[in-house]
């Protein structure tokens, strides 16, 4: 059984959005075709409280960039970005969300940031995602979506250190923030290194695939 993951496809990672992704909402059409190839999709969604540590606003005298040290780990602080409730937190109505089975929301507790849509950076508490996943029987998981150097790199780690069978990147359905240039390449290569597969969405997608005529 194969899952595709469909990683914080929200308003504020999109061009013009609070966190905006360069070319973010170009992997959106790809999303939307590639769930066909899938017998189950799931999408995870950042979801956090106003008062959240990762925001640089919630930390007076520091910007958006800055590293600081919130629950004793590392964090880069970020805009004000996918608050509970916001429009900039909801899933893109470009999104087709008919065939999605679940949402994850992450990013909830305000004393820890999730980039993992399994669990948050200290790895202690799960979204639910990887036991919604097993107890589907998934072995193979895909995932797409954005941040690469965030969201997306850690969500495909941690599948990695669930022991699913095979875990893949759809690599052109992705993309980086780039904070420093070449981010993007570097959590690629760091992914590959892992032993995460890159793969194409064409390659999901050629006819001899599809189901039905
Ligand atoms: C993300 C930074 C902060 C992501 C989420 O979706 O990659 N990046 N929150
Ligand atoms: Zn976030």
Redesign the pocket.
């Known amino acids: 059984m194969k899952a595709l993951i469909l990683?914080?496809l929200q308003y504020d990672?999109m061009p013009g959005g609070a966190?905006a992704?360069p070319d973010g909402d170009a992997v959106v059409p790809l999303a939307n075709r590639l769930q066909g190839a899938f017998e189950l999709v799931v999408a995870t969604q950042?979801w956090h409280p106003a008062n959240h540590g990762?925001f640089a606003a919630n930390h007076p005298g520091r910007a958006p960039g800055e590293v600081i040290t919130l629950g004793g780990l590392p964090q880069?602080l970020?805009p004000t970005?996918?608050v509970q409730g916001s429009r900039g937190a909801e899933l893109v109505a470009a999104l087709d969300t008919s065939r999605i089975a679940a949402v994850l929301q992450k990013?909830c507790d305000p004393e820890i940031?999730s980039?993992s849509g399994f669990f948050d950076n200290g790895g202690r508490r799960s979204t639910g995602l990887g036991e919604f996943l097993q107890a589907r029987g998934v072995e193979e998981v895909f995932v797409l979506?954005?941040?690469t150097?965030?969201?997306?790199r850690f969500t495909a780690l941690d599948a990695l250190g669930l022991k699913f069978k095979r875990v893949s990147l759809v690599v052109d359905a992705c993309r980086a923030?780039d904070l420093s240039p070449g981010d993007g390449e570097a959590a690629l290569a760091a992914m590959r290194a892992a032993g995460v597969e890159m793969v194409r969405s064409a390659s999901l997608l050629s006819p001899s695939r599809s189901s039905t005529p």
């Open positions: 990683v914080d990672f966190l992704v950042d990762s880069v970020w970005h996918c990013g940031d980039y979506g954005l941040a150097d965030y969201c997306v923030v």
